[in-house]
Nanobody
Framework: QVQLVESGGGLVQPGGSLRVSCAASGSISSVNAMSWYRQAPGKERELVADISSGGRTNYQDSVKGRFTISRDNAKNTVYLQMNSLKSEDTAVYYC??????????WGKGTRVTVSS
């Protein structure tokens, strides 16, 4: 059974930084894209960033230049480094891993709160 476990969320002041991680455990093979989504209170879940198996990245416009997604294929782990955080970045952050067969797995989320 595959499980994704996010970690690294918390409370940070505006302008601060956080790094969230997502590690996959269990029998998972042929991982393709790895992504981070977020859902703010009262809003729909949205894609923040994703990274292909070859390392190509894609970002939502609002986080370009501030967030960096990376992955460790040997560990089936994806990271999101978040700098210059703003109050509007407050949300629950979810990771998603998709295999080459189209199967997608989701984590349960980690909360990020940006507030003074």
């Amino acid at each position: 059974q595959v499980q994704l476990v996010e970690s690294g969320g918390g409370l940070v002041q505006p302008g601060g930084s956080l790094r969230v991680s997502c590690a996959a455990s269990g029998s998972i093979s042929s991982v393709n894209a790895m992504s981070w989504y977020r859902q703010a209170p009262g809003k729909e879940r949205e894609l923040v960033a994703d990274i292909s198996s070859g390392g190509r990245t894609n970002y939502q416009d609002s986080v370009k230049g501030r967030f960096t997604i990376s992955r460790d294929n040997a560990k089936n782990t994806v990271y999101l480094q978040m700098n210059s955080l703003k109050s509007e970045d407050t949300a629950v952050y979810y990771c998603r891993i998709r295999t080459i067969y189209g199967t997608a797995y989701w984590g349960k989320g980690t909360r990020v709160t940006v507030s003074s």
